[in-house]
């Protein structure tokens, strides 16, 4: 039984690697408990014999996936997977190690040419998924070209099919934009024309975003479904600029491949020395027994390190308001708010957009409206008990700016020896800094990091409008210059951090177009859309909770004092679908609408460890549901860790209907922060006939688990 180099188990994972007798080649499985149905018996049979056959039942997989530019192409036409670049490759060895808190495996994997890859395979202590990491080093006594380098791949997928999967198998994606965040979609092989042809073998479907904002088109999360078996496998990458995950068919089985975006979708290769090594983004994979909830939970749980170690205390409340001057912003006004709010339980208070003269990029600070400086208005938000916060756009210059002017074109990122000049909508220009020129990073130290300092500032929120596109001058390819831009964006962002101990960093990105792992790690949150006053916000919020942890999620809540309780109701609800941030107009709240805001808060309190530690499911009558203009009804059932308690938050659109949420055991009705139309009886049901109405239930456990 040498077909299988090694199983591995960990918690309800069973860790296979396979090596084909035949070629020497080795791929990766995960099983995972509970499946439905056993594996492909012939799978079996197969690798006994060693004698795998590529244009049935399983084929020679791989552990990832690359192209060397002095290569030939694959079989696909628009992929470069299997090529032999990774086919001539060999299996050579594998180790171990244990410590207290994760195990590491490393498979090595070695060409006749002499460059090979090192495939680190990590479970840390608790977590049911795993952390893949790959680095190709270059041992041919010459330079060579990776074209395409994806450090994680499943394969041979579905292992308990025994046909193509155009019944049983579906894929998972997220798709986005701006203010159309998170859109859950799923499909099936034939609606993505990935089946399996009369004499097609090699089929590619690509999801990924080009360009400096990465989830502008999609979250960097595919999965793919048995139902049959009832398990699903899926990949989420930490990649900041040009992703791609790529589901492909060989034969009968499939392969779920992805990493940085290659020659052909984001124009990126890039030279290796002789000697010298690259390594490809981190990568995190997972199989549950279960549905996509249940394999994004894992993911979730997963980058829970990320949220600790940014070291943020709680899960305060804030203020920004945006939404209330619209750039119009002055001392004056944000102290009437933080006066009005001297009750509240929140912890930031953010000044937005308009505090600078001209437009982003000279950074100097209005006098008309801040007569006495900024610090003086940070102190003055301080005594009211507050942390000052302040916005900025850093990275780019707007067109107005003396930085935008001609004699700076060298400190500014260019393509083809022009400088990159991007648009926000129709209405703004704006170029951006080349982060990596020592001069420009002076200078951004000067005007953001001595700036907070000086001013006292204790929260900054980072925007990012326009995007580069695909490619920056100065590296062997266009793609690779994006790649070194943004990992400069994101070594200053640690940089501000590390010199200001204690800052409070939000990312945001057109609202939600950076609302990706590794730019998440650099930070304490995330804004999760520019859904500031629309009808979509709990859509929107309710997406997310796959996505981002929800302690991370910073949900505008915009208030006005025309609104009704049910208005109120509404937008207050979508709040605790993660991070409360009220705006609006709060000098002008009726004295009943500001203890509205005093009553959330209290409530909001109570439940935020559910909010930070729970696991959640998203229901809705309309399964495909129009941002703009919804319908039915939509519900957020959220399981705390201790399981004793549950959030329900709901939100009737047009047209309501009756909702019944499926709940783990028996349970009861603690509490609602408004009247509910929900009973218990087995499931929870809403029968809610308001149209626009949300409501928050805390339910309490009665009974048994299921």
């Known amino acids: 039984m040498d077909y299988v180099y090694k199983d591995y188990k960990f918690a309800d994972t069973l860790v296979r690697y396979i090596i084909s007798k035949k070629s020497g080649r080795v791929f990766l499985n995960l099983l995972p408990d509970g499946a439905k149905k056993q594996t492909d018996e012939r799978f079996e049979t197969l690798c006994y014999s060693g004698d795998f056959d590529d244009n049935y039942d399983w084929f ?7 192209h060397l530019s002095h290569h030939s192409r694959s079989a696909y ?15 050579k060895d594998q180790t171990i190690k244990r410590t207290e808190d994760k195990t590491v495996i ?11 890859v090192v495939h680190t395979l990590t ?8 952390e893949v990491v790959s680095t190709f080093k270059n041992n041919t006594g010459k330079e060579v070209t990776l074209e395409m380098f994806e450090g994680a791949s499943l394969d041979n997928l579905s292992p308990y099919m025994n046909d193509d999967g155009s019944h049983d198998l579906r894929v998972h994606v997220f798709k986005s934009g701006w203010g159309t965040e998170g859109a859950h979609c799923e499909y099936t092989l034939p609606e ?40 699903i496998w899926g990949m989420e990458h930490y990649c900041e600029g040009t992703w791609q995950t790529e589901l492909s068919r060989v034969g009968w089985k499939l392969s779920l491949s992805g990493g940085l975006g290659d020659a052909d979708y984001g124009n990126w290769s890039k030279t290796v020395e002789n000697g ?14 279960g549905n996509i909830s249940d394999l994004c939970d894992v993911f979730l749980k997963m980058r829970d390190k990320d949220v600790i170690s940014y070291g943020e205390e709680g899960m305060p409340v804030m203020f920004n308001e945006w939404c209330t001057h619209w750039g119009k912003t002055s001392h004056e006004k944000n102290l009437a708010i933080a006066k009005r709010l001297s009750k509240s339980r929140l912890r930031y208070f953010v000044m937005d957009a308009g505090w600078y003269d001209g437009t982003i990029g000279d950074w100097e600070e209005r006098r008309d409206t801040f007569p006495d400086g900024l610090k003086a208005y940070a102190d003055d938000v301080k005594k009211l008990g507050f942390v000052p916060g302040i916005w900025m756009e850093f990275e780019c210059t707007g067109k107005g700016s003396k930085y935008f002017a001609p004699e700076y074109d060298d400190m500014h990122l260019k393509h083809k020896g022009s400088v990159i000049v991007g648009s926000v909508g129709q209405a703004r220009k704006e170029s951006f800094w080349d982060i990596k020129n020592p001069d420009t990073a002076a200078l951004l130290e000067e005007k953001v990091i001595k700036f907070l300092k000086d001013n006292g500032f204790g929260y900054l929120k980072i925007d990012y409008n326009a995007s580069t596109g695909a490619e920056c001058d100065g ?27 204690g800052i409070i960093i939000e990312n945001c990105s057109s609202g939600g177009m950076r609302l990706e792992p590794s ?27 796959y996505l981002i942890p929800p302690c991370q999620s910073q949900v505008w809540c915009t208030l006005r004092p025309n609104f009704s309780l049910k208005r109120f109701a509404y937008i207050i609800a979508a709040g605790f679908l993660g991070r409360l941030c009220w705006s609006g107009d709060i000098v002008g709240l009726n004295d009943w609408q500001i203890d509205e805001i005093y009553r959330a808060e209290e409530m909001y309190d109570e439940v935020s460890d559910i909010i930070r530690h729970g696991k959640s499911e998203i229901i809705r009558t309309e399964q495909v549901i129009n941002f703009r203009y919804p319908k039915g009804t939509q519900a957020s059932i959220r399981y705390a860790s201790s399981g004793d308690r549950a959030l329900l938050v709901y939100h009737t659109f047009e047209s309501p209907d009756k909702l019944s949420v499926p709940l783990d055991g028996s349970w009861k009705i603690e509490k609602s922060l408004y009247d509910a139309a929900v009973s218990i009886n087995g499931d929870a049901v809403i029968d809610e006939s308001k149209e626009f109405f949300g409501n928050v239930v805390l339910l309490k456990r009665t009974g048994d688990a299921l």
């Open 60 to 66: 020679e997989g791989a552990l990832f996936h690359l």
């Open 77 to 91: 036409s628009n992929c470069r997977k299997l090529t032999e670049s990774y086919t001539d490759m060999r299996f």
């Open 106 to 116: 490393e498979t090595l994997v070695v060409s006749d040419e002499g460059y090979e």
């Open 123 to 130: 479970n840390y202590k608790g977590e049911d998924g795993f």
């Open 192 to 231: 993505l024309n990935i089946g399996k042809g009369w004499g097609s073998n090699y089929k590619n479907c690509k999801f990924g975003t080009i360009g400096s904002r990465p989830t502008e088109n999609y979250f960097p999360l595919v999965a793919l479904e048995d139902k049959a078996a009832e398990v």
């Open 276 to 289: 010298e090594s690259f390594t490809a983004p981190k990568t995190l994979i997972a199989a549950v027994h």
């Open 475 to 501: 590296f062997e390819s266009g793609g690779e210059g994006l790649r070194q831009h943004i990992l400069a964006v994101h070594k200053f962002i640690a940089k501000i951090k590390a010199q200001i101990p």
């Open 519 to 545: 730019f998440m790690a650099l930070t304490a949150m995330s804004s999760f859309s520019d859904a500031h006053v629309s009808v979509d916000a709990p859509i929107i919020a309710a997406n997310l909770q």
